[in-house]
Nanobody, 125 residues
């Protein structure tokens, strides 16, 4: 199982970034994909997830209305569009894969079996 996260960078508050998570075809077709972030000195925090079929999505309250997760089935890629970024969004963002498909279960970090390497997002004030 291989997950490759990309798209991080430095952006000013209020700006936008789009993260991408590329997966192998087998992983992409059999797993839900989520984004989990970890800020310096803090615990990991669930951000957003999309089910294997794309029929369900789930967001943390802290990003609802600002972030949008989507799947590109042709490219085996999941995107996280992040708008109206805030300094508190600064973190390393990891994409991860899980076999669960219900929204509430996709929000449970311990249920993610496979993890990518992470991409750093820095939001300046």
């Amino acid at each position: 199982v291989q997950l490759q996260a990309s798209g991080g960078g430095l952006v000013q508050a209020g700006g936008s970034l789009r993260l991408s998570c590329a997966a192998s075809e087998r992983t992409f077709s059999t797993h839900s994909i989520g984004w989990i972030r970890q800020a310096p000195g803090k615990e990991r925090e669930f951000v957003a997830a999309i089910s294997r079929t794309g029929g369900s999505t789930y967001y943390a309250d802290s990003v609802k209305g600002r972030f949008t997760i989507s799947r590109d089935n042709a490219k085996n890629t999941v995107h996280l569009q992040m708008n109206s970024l805030k300094p508190e969004d600064t973190a390393v963002y990891y994409c991860a894969a899980t076999t669960v498909t219900t929204p509430e279960a996709m929000g449970v970090i311990s249920l993610y079996d496979y993890w990518g390497q992470g991409t750093l997002v820095t939001v300046s004030s």
